[in-house]
């Protein structure tokens, strides 16, 4: 099966200090992977996607994200948070149904917290 | 502007009663979904329709019911909604795109069930 795990519901930062969230996948293939964030109250906004290009993938608001494959990983960074990036973030990956359809395969989330 | 349109936004409801929460979007995607959000498990696909009058069941369909008779839209239906049918749904607008499946989501709808 493939799935996806974020390593912690909660992260508390201050403010201007680094940003990382974790996530590993598993897939017998090399996957599709995707950060959202959801803001409260809000929708769902794609941050960033990998889609085997490169593994160094930047994404919006000076987020990025890295894909190891020796590590399964998948992890979110930042190096300087601001207090507009409080917020829930979600690892997905897209997930093979049938012969041409996919569907999206969300972790757990992780809520980020930006201390002033 | 590309959009995905919930409605409505907030719904309390009594057990038993019918509702609709419809689902439209402008971007003539084939690709529709609907997704259950609860604490602590993300978001988990009720259903899905991979175009006009295509549909099938994903991970938690049980108690829900959808249509597709036209492209843009996709209401989810809950025929005697439940307690355990209070939750944050999203309707999600989705295309391929260099192999992945990339989606657009809707709002949100908050429904509670008394």
């Known amino acids: 099966a493939q799935s996806v795990t974020q390593l912690d519901s909660h992260v508390s930062v201050s403010e201007g200090t680094p940003v990382l969230l974790r996530c590993n996948y598993s897939s017998s293939y090399s996957p599709s992977l995707f950060w959202y964030v959801q803001h409260p109250n809000k929708g769902l906004q794609l941050l960033l996607k990998y889609t085997s290009a490169a593994t160094l993938v930047k994404g919006i608001n000076g987020f990025e994200a890295e894909f190891k494959k020796s590590e399964t990983s998948f992890h979110l960074t930042k190096p300087s948070a601001h207090m507009s990036d409080a917020a829930e973030y979600f690892c997905?990956?897209?997930?093979?149904?049938?012969?041409?359809?996919?569907?999206?395969?969300f972790g757990q989330g992780t809520r980020l917290t930006i201390n002033p | 502007e590309a959009q995905v349109t919930q409605n409505p936004r907030y719904l309390i409801t009594v057990t038993g009663k019918k509702l609709t929460v419809t689902c439209s979007q402008n971007?003539?995607?084939?690709?529709m979904s609907w997704y259950r959000q609860d604490p602590g498990l993300g978001l988990r696909q009720i259903y899905y329709?991979?175009?006009?009058?295509?549909?099938d069941k994903g991970d938690v369909p049980e108690g829900y019911k959808v249509s597709r008779k036209e492209k843009r839209n996709f209401p989810l239906i809950l025929e005697s909604p439940s307690p355990n049918q209070t939750s944050l749904y999203f309707c999600a607008s989705s295309f391929y795109r260099d192999r992945g499946l990339e989606a657009f989501f809707g709002q949100g709808t908050r429904l509670t069930v008394v």
């Open positions: 329709s991979m175009n006009v009058e295509v549909t």
């Open positions: 997905v990956v897209s997930l093979t149904i049938i012969q041409g359809a996919q569907k999206l395969v």
């Open positions: 971007m003539n995607h084939e690709y």
